[in-house]
Nanobody
Framework: AQLVESGGGLAQPGGSLRLSCAAS????????MGWFRQAPGKEREFVAA????????YYSDSVKGRFTVSRDNAKNTMYLQMDNLIPEDTAVYYC?????????????????WGQGTQVTVSS
């Protein structure tokens, strides 16, 4: 199983970026997926998650209303649309695959991780 993130880069405060996560080596449509991020000097934190059909989505309080997670099972790809970016969103963003959804989304059993993509928000 492999996950490859793309779409990161430099954005100005108030700007937008769209991250993609391309999946291979497993049946993408059978698994919930998630996004996490890690800023320099901080622990990795949950950002968003989406169930296997995309019928339910979950967000951290820090991104709710600004970020939107979605997926296209026909393309084996998950997305994270990030709008109204703020400097505090600067981090490496990782996508991850869940193999079991017990408890709240930040604690799901994530077993495969991508290499990450850098997002920098600065003027």
């Amino acid at each position: 199983a492999q996950l490859v993130e793309s779409g990161g880069g430099l954005a100005q405060p108030g700007g937008s970026l769209r991250l993609s996560c391309a999946a291979s080596g497993f049946t993408f449509g059978h698994h919930a997926m998630g996004w996490f991020r890690q800023a320099p000097g901080k622990e990795r934190e949950f950002v968003a998650a989406i169930t296997y059909l995309g019928s339910s989505t979950y967000y951290s309080d820090s991104v709710k209303g600004r970020f939107t997670v979605s997926r296209d099972n026909a393309k084996n790809t998950m997305y994270l649309q990030m709008d109204n970016l703020i400097p505090e969103d600067t981090a490496v963003y990782y996508c991850t695959k869940s193999q079991g959804e017990i408890g709240p989304p930040p604690t799901w059993d994530y077993d495969v991780w991508g290499q990450g993509t850098q997002v920098t928000v600065s003027s």
